[in-house]
């Protein structure tokens, strides 16, 4: 007999869930409550599982050795979840990081590119030299006129 791997183990995750819970809790206790309150107050023709309840017992025992897999099956599989989605984060974790490396070395050059800019007092330093030398050119033109 064959069985979907994923179908059993979605089945373990919910029995695991469940036997989680608090309904699981009380509705496990009333019943042992009942039974123990059944063999002990009932007619001696009625009693199913005298004390010391053996029977009771054996389905206890044979609950708990059905569900310790189931549980262990269901941590196993969450865990394998848990190993995905970690493996998942630590690459876009390292996509992040590769991502914030070139925008920083994109800075960086955008930086060293305006370092290399001329500013606007550098521009207006080299207008009033040019202008300077305008001016003296002029003059030096003026007076070459008046010189011939």
Do not use: C
């Amino acid at each position: 007999m064959r069985m979907d791997a994923e179908v059993f183990g979605s089945f373990a995750e919910g029995f695991a869930r469940f036997m989680g819970t608090a309904s699981f809790l009380i509705w496990m206790s009333v019943l042992i409550v009942a039974w123990i309150a059944w063999n002990l107050l009932a007619p001696a023709d009625w009693v199913v599982d005298p004390f010391p309840f053996i029977f009771l017992t054996l389905l206890l025992s044979l609950q708990a050795s059905y569900a310790a897999p189931l549980i262990l099956l269901a941590q196993n599989r969450q865990e394998a979840r848990e190993r995905v989605s970690l493996e998942h984060d630590r690459e876009v974790a390292a996509q992040a990081r590769a991502d914030t490396d070139f925008l920083a070395r994109e800075i960086a050059a955008l930086r060293m590119r305006i370092g290399d800019l001329a500013t606007r007092d550098f521009i207006r330093s080299e207008l009033r030299d040019l202008l300077e030398e305008l001016d003296k050119d002029r003059e030096a033109d003026g007076r070459d006129k008046q010189a011939r």
